[in-house]
């Protein structure tokens, strides 16, 4: 059951990159172009997304002590910012702003068989490769809470 529900609700995220053209590269560049030749119609997709989590999270998630098809809610408890996330966030701005293209749009764009797609995935593969054998002797390092600005603070949740 858990696998019928997992492909169902793939197949409604590739539908929806699909018909508000998160797929479509230039689409993605345009919008990020506020200086240029913005394109602001993606703001609805983001909107519509936060709109559905919103609602997903305060009547469905707050109300229930256990999802349907698991033993337990998998909620984030890492509330800090740690300088892994502020670079991996850089890394990954970097190559979305430039292409356009973030991992699931990537992957809705296979079909396409697009020669640009394809490097893309395989250099993202071999960028995520080598980002683990950087960290995996590392320790995160957490950045200080009282030294950031006000808007980059952790929030305390219920």
Do not use: H, Y
Request: net charge positive; hydrophobic share 55%.
């Amino acid at each position: 059951m858990k696998l019928t529900v997992s492909f169902f609700c793939g197949l409604l995220f590739g539908i929806g990159l699909i018909i508000s053209q998160m797929v479509n590269p230039q689409k993605v560049i345009n919008f990020l172009d506020i200086a240029g030749n913005w394109d602001p119609s993606l703001m609805f997709v983001m909107g519509g997304d936060l709109w559905v989590f919103g609602l997903g999270f305060f009547l469905v998630i707050k109300k229930i002590a256990k999802p349907i098809f698991a033993s337990q809610f998998f909620i984030p408890e890492r509330k800090l910012i740690d300088k892994n996330l502020l670079v991996g966030s850089v890394f990954f701005c970097a190559g979305w702003g430039l292409t356009g293209i973030c991992p699931g749009p990537a992957m809705a764009n296979i079909l396409t068989f697009e020669p640009k797609i394809f490097a893309f995935i395989g250099m993202m593969l071999i960028g995520m490769f080598v980002a683990r054998l950087t960290l995996k002797n590392t320790k995160p390092s957490v950045v200080k809470n009282e030294n950031l600005p006000a808007t980059m603070k952790a929030v305390k949740s219920d």
